[in-house]
């Protein structure tokens, strides 16, 4: 899976450089994602990774309204980690390359999120799916929220996979009771909150 998320998002980095389309989003779509996401919480104050970071652009987000917290943002694909590192040089300290699958869960974080971190397609995309929403939630001691494209998207790309929210839903129940799934914001996107 790692191979195929680094050159989809290496592509994309190169041709669009630290913007909405070069991770593959249109800056209504960042929007609306971003919002849905920093709605997992109080953010102020608190720690928060940002798994598949790409450019950073959620760290600006976060200042354009006033939420300060402690950002820590990784990535699995060395471009968009540069890309986030020259947009923020005087927080380069915030960002990194790393696979979170292949870490050990040894930092926690208040909130965790992962913004389309699965969209590109792979051989086993609903195990990936499990592995990434078990390692967000050992990670978080407050909440994780993960955002993914859904079956039931007006129109289908295909290097690109949907997950079932109903699926995905009954999937995060099996570990936490407090979860919340938001499929109003785009219509071809949800969103899973797991609360501790």
């Known amino acids: 899976?790692?191979?195929?998320?680094?050159?989809?998002?290496?592509?994309?980095?190169?041709?669009?450089?630290?913007?909405?389309?070069?991770?593959?989003?249109?800056?209504?779509?960042?929007?609306?994602?971003?919002?849905?996401?920093?709605?997992?919480?109080?953010?102020?104050?608190?720690?928060?990774?940002?798994?598949?970071?790409?450019?950073?652009?959620?760290?600006?987000?976060?200042?354009?309204?006033?939420?300060?917290?402690?950002?820590?943002?990784?990535?699995?694909?060395?471009?968009?980690?540069?890309?986030?590192?020259?947009?923020?040089?005087?927080?380069?300290?915030?960002?990194r390359l790393a696979n979170v699958l292949e870490e050990p869960v040894t930092e926690q974080h208040d909130y965790v999120v992962a913004n389309g971190a699965l969209n590109v397609g792979c051989d086993d995309p609903v195990g990936e799916m499990k592995s990434l929403l078990d390692v967000i939630y050992r990670r978080c001691r407050v909440a994780c929220v993960a955002t993914m494209i859904s079956t039931r998207a007006p129109r289908r790309l295909d290097h690109l996979h949907y997950f079932d929210p109903v699926d995905v839903l009954a999937y995060a129940r099996q570990h936490c009771h407090r979860v919340r799934l938001d499929h109003a914001y785009l219509p071809h996107d949800f969103a899973i909150f797991c609360y501790k």
């Open 1 to 95: 899976m790692t191979e195929n998320i680094v050159r989809y998002f290496t592509n994309l980095g190169t041709r669009y450089g630290a913007s909405p389309e070069g991770v593959g989003w249109s800056p209504a779509a960042q929007r609306a994602r971003f919002n849905t996401i920093a709605s997992v919480g109080d953010l102020n104050g608190a720690s928060l990774l940002d798994v598949g970071c790409g450019s950073g652009a959620f760290l600006d987000h976060l200042e354009r309204h006033r939420i300060q917290c402690d950002y820590r943002g990784i990535d699995v694909t060395p471009l968009q980690v540069d890309l986030a590192i020259r947009a923020h040089p005087t927080q380069a300290h915030r960002f």
